[in-house]
């Protein structure tokens, strides 16, 4: 069991008391795992939060468990299908429409090492979800966000994106797959979004961050196979919670002292380096561009 570890086991027992009154968070996949943690603290902090989730009964079931453990009802939950660009299109509607401001977009949904699928519009699942469908979203949020400034916009990625590359051929991993390789890839685009993001927005009061939660217990696991769950139960004491898991995310979201960073990657809540693929500014204006081209959008 995690608890017969120190508290300070993990370097991420960062706390602090900033508040959120009159703040308004939009998180994905906040139904669940680390995205419900997070919606749990920054409903504490007193925000407005949007729950973004595919599944309508497990959305609505988080939202009345997230308001019970806060004290917080301002709390609200509104669909969205990362794997859908129509679903995209209609929760951005629902948010410029109906919100006067967005202080805080966390894009933390994700699907990990699935097996080989596609989204509504052909993306292969990994990169579809995990990067497109984000990268979709926060563009037709950006205005809205811009507006609200100082503003954050951040995307939960993991230590898996060292292990990647970006295969601007065969970006939907036609020719071949391997799931792993699939996932490494789109925690990569992560990171290389984030960092072109940061460009874009200077001098606007956006900042953009990416992180690494740690390896996390969450349902994410549910598409390794015999011999990896295996593995996984042998390292699980050493594997965080979701609240210990959702604390990086809280930290770039929050922490004062990041207001003047962007573009950064982070782990334990605390700067860390990412790999040399993640600094690669030329691949990362051509995943850019390419995912624009994709996507049917001009985003310069």
């Known amino acids: ?52 989730c595919r599944d309508m ?15 917080n009802e301002n709390v609200v939950y509104v669909k969205l299908d990362l794997a859908d660009i129509k679903s995209i299109k209609e929760f951005a509607e629902v948010i410029n429409k109906g919100e006067p401001n967005l202080n805080i977009l966390i894009n933390n949904a994700g699907v990990m090492v699935c097996p080989y699928g596609k989204t509504a519009d052909g993306f292969e699942m990994q990169i579809g979800v995990n990067h497109m469908g984000h990268f979709l979203l926060t563009h037709l949020l950006i205005d809205l966000i811009k507006k609200s400034a100082p503003a954050r916009i951040v995307t939960v990625s993991s230590m898996a994106h060292s292990w990647g590359s970006i295969n601007l051929e065969d970006i939907n991993s036609e020719k071949s797959y391997d799931k792993k390789g699939a ?44 011999p990896q769950q295996v593995v996984m139960k042998m390292v699980s004491p050493f594997t965080k919670t979701s609240t210990q898991g959702a604390q990086t995310t809280i930290y770039c979201a929050v922490e004062p002292s990041l207001e003047k960073e962007s573009g950064g990657y982070y782990s334990d809540c605390a700067p860390a380096n990412c790999s040399a693929a993640g600094k690669d500014d030329d691949v990362a204006q051509k995943l850019w561009e390419l995912s624009c081209r994709l996507l049917s959008i001009t985003w310069e």
Do not use: C
């Open 57 to 71: 009964e497990r959305g609505q079931a988080a939202v009345k468990e997230v308001i019970e453990s806060s004290g």
């Open 1 to 52: 069991m995690i608890s017969q570890y120190p508290r300070n086991f993990f370097r991420a027992s960062w706390s602090s008391a900033e508040r959120l009154d009159g703040k308004t968070v939009v998180i994905t996949g906040a139904n669940t795992g680390i995205g419900k943690e997070t919606a749990i603290d920054l409903a504490k902090r007193g925000a407005k939060v949007i729950m973004a």
């Open 183 to 226: 996932y490494s890839q789109s925690k990569l685009a992560n990171v290389l979004f984030t960092r072109s993001l940061a460009k874009r927005l200077e001098g606007t009061g956006v900042t953009t961050y990416s992180l690494h939660p740690g390896v996390v217990q969450t349902d994410l696991w549910r598409h390794l196979n015999g």
